[in-house]
Nanobody, 119 residues
Framework: VQLVESGGGLVQAGGSLRLSCGAS???????????LGWFRQTPGKEREFVAA???????IYGDSVQGRFTVSRDSAKSTMYLEMNSLKPEDTAVYYC???????????WGQGTQVTVSS
């Protein structure tokens, strides 16, 4: 199963974007979706945790996005989403999704999707 991120783009501060993380190679006959997380990274900095949704639907957020971002999933489409509102220039980064085991990402990193927020 491979994860592919999409939905990034350029938006003004205060705007919104919705990112998608699609799981290719997974069929509806598979077991329930595992825990998945969103991370982001800017040049010269370590990858930062953004949000996660666990196998049983519990959501977790990083402090910097709490109250502005919402993570959700559609198991029928094998897709996880990240709804980002009230975007700030400091949200500018490449956003990645990954499988989680506990708090740790465990799969290979994909290409990510670039989000740029202009002031």
């Amino acid at each position: 199963v491979q994860l592919v991120e999409s939905g990034g783009g350029l938006v003004q501060a205060g705007g919104s974007l919705r990112l998608s993380c699609g799981a290719s190679g997974r069929t509806s006959a598979d077991s329930a979706m595992p825990s998945l997380g969103w991370f982001r990274q800017t040049p010269g900095k370590e990858r930062e945790f953004v949000a996660a949704i666990t196998w049983n639907g519990r959501t977790i957020y990083g402090d910097s996005v709490q109250g502005r971002f919402t993570v959700s999933r559609d198991s029928a489409k094998s897709t996880m989403y990240l709804e980002m509102n009230s975007l700030k220039p400091e949200d500018t980064a490449v956003y990645y999704c990954n499988f989680l085991l506990g708090d740790s990402p465990i799969g290979p990193w994909g290409q990510g999707t670039q989000v740029t927020v202009s002031s």
